[in-house]
Nanobody, 118 residues
């Protein structure tokens, strides 16, 4: 599958921003989808993931209660809605996919930059 993330930009602290990830290729609904981020000088970290059906998700503690992951299998798209943004949320955000039953995130998008100003 191929992933194309979009929606990044500059936002003030306390603001909101939504990211999208369009997925092309086979059987989107068979993939678990996730969002990761990498801040300058730091390692890539997990942000959120959603099951193939959309009825199960999990979040990093740092974003729990502020970010919401969702998916639309009819549109082959996964979303990340971010609210109450903080300067420490500044990072390049990546969407990723892994096949159900696999532990490996095998497909990655190109990343979209989110900058939160204080």
């Amino acid at each position: 599958v191929q992933l194309q993330a979009s929606g990044g930009g500059l936002v003030q602290a306390g603001g909101s921003l939504g990211l999208s990830c369009a997925v092309s290729g086979r059987a989107f609904s068979s993939y678990i989808m996730g969002w990761f981020r990498q801040a300058p000088g730091k390692e890539r970290e997990f942000v959120a993931a959603i099951s193939w059906s959309g009825d199960s998700n999990n979040y990093a503690d740092s974003v729990k209660g502020r970010f919401t992951i969702s998916r639309d299998n009819a549109k082959n798209t996964v979303y990340l809605q971010m609210a109450s943004l903080k300067p420490e949320d500044t990072a390049v955000y990546y969407c990723a996919a892994r096949v159900r039953g696999s532990a490996n995130w095998s497909s990655w998008g190109q990343g979209t930059l989110v900058t939160v100003s204080s």
